[in-house]
């Protein structure tokens, strides 16, 4: 009988989470048109991944993720202003590009991986690797 209570209310939570992210999505083209893709990046990467298992929640935040991925032009430039707090995710979602991407996108996860491994080490490998519960 639970399950079934919790179904409405999570389709309403995926609805909501939709809807913040199509909002967060606006604020980020508006960082990236300023020529600010740190800036955008963080604010992609805030609250991800959507405490849902939702894959229309996941797959949004990633093409919001992705799209600021895609505008950093200066990787070492980033990491002097990209707070240690968000490496853990980014690790996730550039592995999520590895396997979902384009040439061109796998480029430049690769280049932000290597970066990224330079800078916060293995265990940001093994940390976003290990982390089952939040799946970008």
Not at 5 to 10: C, H, S
Not at 101 to 106: A, I, M, S
């Amino acid at each position: 009988m639970a399950g079934a209570a919790d179904v409405p209310a999570e389709a309403d939570n995926v609805e909501a989470i939709i809807a913040r992210i199509e909002h967060k999505s606006r604020k980020i083209e508006t960082l990236l048109k300023q020529s600010k893709p740190v800036e955008a990046l963080k604010m992609a990467l805030e609250g991800s991944p959507p405490k849902t298992k939702d894959e229309r929640c996941k797959s949004a935040n990633w093409i919001i993720v992705h799209r600021t991925i895609m505008a950093i032009k200066d990787v070492d430039g980033m990491f002097s202003s990209l707070d240690p707090e968000y490496y853990d995710i980014l690790m996730k979602y550039l592995y999520r590009g590895l396997v979902t991407g384009d040439r061109p996108t796998c480029d430049q996860c690769l280049k932000i991986h290597e970066r990224l491994t330079e800078r916060a080490g293995l265990g940001c490998i093994l940390r976003s690797i290990a982390d089952t519960a939040n799946t970008v």
